[in-house]
């Protein structure tokens, strides 16, 4: 486990996932009696938090050097959550010493790296996947089977809002490290959360076949975790339009600068001609066809109307897990009984790909078209905009 001293790499990998994973026993297989169990290996360069890190939580091995952890065949599974700059270089490592591999996104800087990467995976032969957490969520699992129903009929749109207010880091210290405002260091608001959008959008409703997207950054002088001033060069927030697969239209708002005021941090309002829902993390109210209100526009009149008491909790009918945990039992099973995995480096390749034309649309003021994409696609068939930091300057 490489990163693990990093928020997401500690709390949901290491603390919710891997270590949960181990107190439950292992993670059960398709017999539905044999577990196989995991033992981790904390990787990182600061001996000192791995050793706090492995007496806190019991566990027996640590190391400052990947490459030896890489060579030892003990360590079956390479995974990684370092900053985006650092991962792909360690992930081609992980590659050319056969190991199974399990990333967060994005899994490289560029579409060409990342799609370099799933090529390279595919043809050294090592199992590989990439955190969909979104997909895990109660909220867009209860949205899921609302699609695979048919509950909304012809789905027509999805409108979507994320984000919340990361303070400057002045007078409050910011809740996001200052990397991600950064644009050499590989932040930016675009290159985080749409390859997330990606894997949303082409899961649930279809793929996203075009990208409109207005990129800005609103702050533009941030305070470090030293106290230090920076100049943000990377965006704080997006605004965009994706056409999907189908017909659908699906507009998402991402900001690290909005206040919040709606239930939850994300929320997604779906329509259809049957129904619409509203799920976000956790909650999901719908709204069927012969349960809608007939509003009339009037603007002399104030309107008294509950429409928020016009719509329906959906019930979970089920226990959810960690989003996180799920994904990585089913990985897991992908690597010791070759159990099915979608969510692999292609997938992951897509969402960069996004990412970077979604920076293009917002550098040229238009919309993009999104290619398809294969493993078997030489890259030169396949229109790449080059590396994301070419365009910083026209954010």
């Keep these: 486990m490489n990163g693990v001293s990093g928020r997401m790499g500690y709390r949901q990998h290491l603390v919710r996932s891997i270590l949960a994973i181990r107190e439950q026993g292992g993670v059960l297989l398709a017999d539905g009696e044999t577990r196989v169990q995991v033992e981790p290996i904390l990787v990182g360069r600061s001996e000192k938090k791995l050793a706090d890190l492995a007496a806190k939580h019991g566990i027996e091995h640590y190391t ?90 012809r789905i027509l749109s999805v409108r979507g809002e994320f984000g919340y207010w990361v303070f400057e880091g002045d007078w409050q210290p910011a809740q996001r490290p200052s990397w991600n405002y950064r644009a050499e260091d590989g932040g930016g608001i675009i290159v985080d959360m749409f390859p997330h959008w990606n894997y949303v959008l082409e899961n649930l409703f279809g793929r996203v076949e075009s990208v409109y997207a207005k990129a800005v950054t609103e702050i533009p002088e941030r305070v470090d975790e030293h106290g230090e001033s920076y100049q943000a060069t990377a965006d704080d927030a997006a605004y965009a339009i994706f056409e999907l697969e ?68 959906s019930p979970g009918n089920r226990d959810f897990q960690n989003g996180f945990k799920e994904q990585w039992e089913e990985f ?64």
């Design 246 to 313: 189908g017909g659908v239209t699906a507009q998402l708002n991402s900001s690290w600068t909005t206040r919040v005021n709606r239930d939850e941090l994300v929320e997604f309002q779906v329509d259809g001609t049957h129904g619409s829902a509203v799920v976000g993390l956790f909650g999901c109210k719908i709204q069927p066809r012969n349960a809608t209100p007939k509003p009339v526009w009037n603007p002399d009149l104030a309107d008294e109307h509950d429409y928020a008491g016009d719509w329906i909790e």
């Design 64 to 153: 400052t050097n990947l490459d030896e952890a890489l060579a030892d065949p003990r360590w079956e599974i390479y995974s990684d959550f370092l900053v985006t700059k650092a991962r792909a270089a360690a992930i081609k490592k992980a590659i050319a010493a056969g190991k199974a591999i399990y990333t967060e996104k994005p899994t490289a800087e560029s579409f060409e790296e990342a799609l370099e990467l799933a090529k390279l995976a595919a043809d050294a032969g090592v199992k590989n996947g990439v955190v969909h957490d979104k997909l895990y969520l109660p909220g867009l699992q209860k949205l899921k089977r609302l699609i695979d129903s048919g509950y909304f009929g």
């Design 332 to 395: 897991i099973r992908h690597v010791v009984e070759d159990a099915p995995n979608e969510f692999d480096f292609l997938a992951g390749a897509r969402g960069v790909l996004l990412a970077e034309e979604g920076l293009r649309s917002n550098a040229e003021g238009r919309r993009i078209e999104i290619p398809v994409v294969a493993l078997d696609a030489p890259l030169e068939t396949v229109e790449v905009p080059g590396d994301a930091s070419e365009l910083t300057g026209a954010r």
